[in-house]
Structure formats: structure tokens, C-alpha cells
């Protein structure tokens, strides 16, 4: 019993799969498209025995509109029982045939399909695939790291700017002041800054020296008054 309805469900899906793929070439399912001529033939025939019906009606008009359309009702069942058995092996013969994809046919769409990998190509292109992803991160990373690097850049460029721009306001006030040479001028006074620091120290040492003392504090004034 298991088996059997095994077997059932997967000729079901089989058919709809040639169904899906049959309707994946025409642009419809095959059955609609007889279903749709099976109505409008039966449209055909009753609008044709209407229309006979209304010409018997207004031709022989001593017979009673009763029997006219029992008549036409009678030639309409009749057509139709024969139309049916007819129309049954032409639906049949154009499921089989006409709207039937072979097994052996490949759509354009799935040309794709005809190339298939072995397990050992599919792990191949596993592993080329993991050696890419592993390249994007690491183009990513580099990326973040070179776009810090900017912008460390760019804080020390801003940094060298200010630093420009202060020089040249040093150098402007030292024009001003007619200091002309500014490294010497640096230096000269660095030196005598040195030589007051000396002196400072040298006072602080002998503090308890007064006479000492005394000497340093006059000739750290004779310093001073030359360095200004």
C-alpha cells in the first residue's frame, strides 16, 4: 500500500514538472488552451442553433415556438454527445503530441543545466570560492586600514599647516622687529638664556654665601640688562 502510493505521488510530480515545463515553453498550460477552444466551439454551436431556432420561429410560424426550441434543444444534445467523443481524442491527441516537451529537448533558458560537475570539480570550485571571499575580506581590511592612514594624513597635514602658518607669524614679527636672521637670533639668546640659567643655579647653590650671593645677583643684572 506504501509503494503504491510511492509510486502514485511521483508520477504526479512527474507531470508536474512536464506540465511546469511545458507551460515554461508555450506561455500557457496546455489544458487551458483546450478547455478554452472546447468553450468556444460549444459557444459556436449554440449562437448557429440560436440563430436557426429564431429562423424556424419567424419561417414556419404555424408551428408552435414549443417544439421549435424542444427541437433545436434535441439537435444540440446530439452534437454535443458527438462533438464530445470527437473533441476527447483530439484534446488526448495534442496533450500527447503537440503540447508534450520531450525528455530529450532543452529550453534556451536552461542551456545551463547541460554543464554538470563532479563531486571533486564542485569541491574545486568550493574551495576557489573560499580563497575569494578570504581575498574580499582582506581587500576590505587593507582598505580600512588605508582609509585610517588618510585620515592620519590629513590630521598631520592640518597639523603642518598650523604649523606653517606659525612660522610665518613668527617670521613676520621678527621682520618687524628687524630681527632679519632668525637662527642666529635664536641661538644668541638661547645661549644667553643658558648663561642666566647658570648663574640661577649657580646663586641657588650658595645660598647661604651672602657675599657671594650679592656678587651673583649683580652680575646676573649686567646679564639680564645685555640679553634685553
Do not use: W
Not at 574545486?124 to 575569494?132: A, I, Q, R, S, V
Request: charged residues 25%; negative net charge; contains cysteine.
Amino acid at each position: 500500500m506504501a509503494a503504491s502510493s510511492t509510486a502514485e505521488v511521483a508520477g504526479d510530480m512527474g507531470e508536474f514538472q512536464a506540465v511546469e515545463y511545458a507551460v515554461q515553453h508555450f506561455g500557457f498550460t496546455p489544458q487551458s488552451f483546450t478547455d478554452g477552444v472546447f468553450n468556444v466551439m460549444v459557444d459556436n454551436l449554440h449562437d448557429t442553433m440560436n440563430a436557426a431556432e429564431q429562423y424556424l420561429m419567424s419561417r414556419y410560424r404555424d408551428v408552435p415556438k414549443e417544439e421549435v426550441k424542444a427541437g433545436t434543444q434535441q439537435i444540440i444534445l446530439k452534437f454535443l454527445q458527438a462533438f464530445q467523443k470527437a473533441f476527447d481524442k483530439l484534446e488526448s491527441y495534442l496533450l500527447s503530441n503537440l503540447f508534450q516537451v520531450p525528455d530529450n529537448v532543452l529550453l534556451p533558458e536552461d542551456k545551463v543545466q547541460m554543464e554538470q560537475y563532479t563531486p571533486e570539480e564542485e569541491a574545486k570550485l568550493d574551495d576557489e570560492l573560499d580563497f575569494l571571499r578570504r581575498k574580499i575580506r582582506n581587500a576590505v581590511y587593507v582598505n580600512t586600514c588605508l582609509k585610517q592612514e588618510l585620515e592620519d594624513l590629513g590630521k598631520v597635514q592640518q597639523q603642518m599647516e598650523r604649523l606653517l602658518m606659525q612660522v610665518a607669524e613668527i617670521e613676520r614679527t621678527c621682520s618687524d622687529a628687524h630681527v632679519h636672521e632668525l637662527k642666529e637670533a635664536i641661538v644668541f639668546r638661547s645661549s644667553k638664556v643658558t648663561a642666566l640659567i647658570d648663574v640661577v643655579m649657580s646663586v641657588m647653590a650658595h645660598g647661604g654665601d651672602t657675599e657671594h650671593t650679592q656678587d651673583q645677583l649683580t652680575d646676573l643684572e649686567k646679564k639680564m640688562s645685555r640679553f634685553s
